[in-house]
């Protein structure tokens, strides 16, 4: 599998960002997927997972109620929302896979099998 994050920039503070991940490969709805953010000076940081399905999300919880991650089986690709945006969530954000048939789980404890370019986040006071 072979991700490839879009859609960062630079944003004022209370605004949105949509990130994109384009996934190539096949079975992409056996992959759970997430997004993971690593500031500078910082340790790379989960962000948000979902499942096969969609049906499950789950979110760290400073993005809880602010973050949306969707994902498209058909279009293989997923999707984080981000709504009011703080100057706290500058950084590099990276789209994930984690191993065929395993479940979002292995995300949260940081089990990643496959990592997509980085795409910046600038959130400017």
């Known amino acids: 599998v072979q991700l490839q994050a879009s859609g960062g920039g630079l944003v004022q503070a209370g605004g949105s960002l949509r990130l994109s991940c384009a996934a190539s490969g096949r079975f992409f709805s056996s992959y759970a997927m997430g997004w993971f953010r690593q500031a500078p000076g910082k340790e790379r940081e989960f962000v948000a997972a979902?499942?096969?399905?969609?049906?499950?999300?789950h979110y760290t919880d400073s993005v809880e109620g602010r973050f949306t991650i969707s994902r498209d089986n058909a279009k293989n690709a997923v999707y984080l929302q981000m709504n009011s945006l703080k100057p706290e969530d500058t950084a590099v954000y990276y789209c994930?896979?984690?191993?065929?048939?395993?479940?979002?789980?292995?995300?949260?404890?940081?089990?990643?099998?496959?990592w997509g370019k980085g795409t910046q986040v600038t959130v400017s006071s």
């Open positions: 979902v499942s096969w399905s969609g049906g499950t999300t």
């Open positions: 994930a896979a984690a191993e065929k048939d395993r479940t979002w789980y292995d995300l949260l404890n940081y089990s990643v099998a496959y």
